[in-house]
Nanobody, 118 residues
Framework: QVRLVESGGGEVQAGGSLRLSCAASGIIVSIPMMGWYRQAPGKQRELVALMPTSGSTNYADSVKGRFTISRDNAKNTVYLQMNSLKPEDTAVYYC????????????WGQGTQVTVSS
C-alpha cells in the first residue's frame, strides 16, 4: 500500500509563493508518475501538474509560467513550487501517484489547503 503525505500548504497573499511537498512511503521502486491536482469549493478536481520519472511534464494552462513541478525519484518525493499566486489558486491540493500497465494503480494524498488572499 502506497501512502502519500503532503506538506507545505497554508495562507499567503496574492503574489506570494508556497512550496508543496509530497513524500510517498510503502514502495521501494520509483513511482512512474507523480503530480498534483487541486479542488476548489464547488468545483471538480483538476490537474495542476504531472511529472514522470523521465520525460516531459504536463501543466494546466492556468499555472504555466507560475508553478514548477520537480521530483526526487530516489526518494519518491514530488514538489510543487507555486509563485505569483492568485486568489483563484485557492484550493485543496492533492498529491497523486500512478503506475500504468501491466500492473496499474493510483493513489491520492489526503490533501493540503492553499489559501490565497487578495
Amino acid at each position: 500500500q502506497v501512502r502519500l503525505v503532503e506538506s507545505g500548504g497554508g495562507e499567503v497573499q496574492a503574489g506570494g509563493s508556497l512550496r508543496l511537498s509530497c513524500a510517498a512511503s510503502g514502495i521501494i521502486v520509483s513511482i512512474p508518475m507523480m503530480g498534483w491536482y487541486r479542488q476548489a469549493p464547488g468545483k471538480q478536481r483538476e490537474l495542476v501538474a504531472l511529472m514522470p520519472t523521465s520525460g516531459s511534464t504536463n501543466y494546466a494552462d492556468s499555472v504555466k509560467g507560475r508553478f514548477t513541478i520537480s521530483r526526487d525519484n530516489a526518494k519518491n518525493t514530488v514538489y510543487l513550487q507555486m509563485n505569483s499566486l492568485k486568489p483563484e489558486d485557492t484550493a485543496v491540493y492533492y498529491c497523486y501517484a500512478k503506475r500504468g500497465p501491466p500492473i496499474e494503480w493510483n493513489y491520492w494524498g489526503q490533501g493540503t489547503q492553499v489559501t490565497v488572499s487578495s
